[in-house]
């Protein structure tokens, strides 16, 4: 599996990829989160505009998506009900993360990816986002407590130096 930053090219890929993923989440039980559109190919094209959006790809097949942005993140300023694990060092975010249920090891590689650019990772997701919640915990993230989102949701918020 490879990765690499998105192209305006690869967008109709990607957001076959981000509908995937929300049927994963659906058929998980996870029916909060990404809701109403969201993430739209506007957002999608913006990622790719600041050069944050990544695919991964197998062979010649587009598989999966995510960002991956520097701080500061405005969301992560105010953490409730816990602390971050290191809240003076610079850091990356990650969002977005989605894949096709038929492909296996996207989690890791965009770890992989991610801790060879920085060893300071934030990331949040749906209280019942338990794929995720899964995933982050086994790849060694910390939770940290409670972040809010600009339109007031919750989101558990993990970290790993």
């Known amino acids: 599996m490879t990765v690499r930053v998105g192209i305006s090219s690869d967008v109709p890929a990607i957001m076959a990829v981000l509908e995937a993923a929300k049927?994963?989440?659906?058929?998980?039980?996870n029916i909060g989160q990404w809701v109403?559109?969201?993430p739209s190919e506007q957002v999608v094209r913006d990622d790719i505009d600041k050069r944050q959006g990544y695919v991964?790809?197998?062979g010649d097949r587009l598989v999966g998506y995510f960002v991956?942005?520097?701080s500061p993140e405005p969301t992560y300023r105010v953490i409730h009900e816990g602390a971050w694990l290191d809240d003076e060092r610079p850091y990356h975010v990650?969002?977005?993360i989605g894949s096709l249920p038929d492909v296996h090891g996207v989690f890791a590689a965009i770890m992989d990816f991610a801790f060879a650019h920085d060893r300071n990772i934030r990331i949040d997701t749906h209280k019942d986002n338990h794929?995720?919640?899964h995933n982050i915990l086994k790849h060694g993230f910390s939770y940290c407590g409670i972040i809010y989102l600009d339109s007031g949701d919750p989101r558990l918020a993990y970290q790993k130096l």
Do not use: K, T, V, W
Not at 23 to 29: F, K, N, P, V
């Open 23 to 29: 049927g994963i989440m659906c058929a998980s039980g």
């Open 36 to 38: 109403n559109g969201y």
């Open 56 to 58: 991964l790809e197998e």
């Open 68 to 70: 991956f942005m520097p």
């Open 94 to 96: 990650l969002h977005r």
């Open 131 to 133: 794929i995720m919640q």
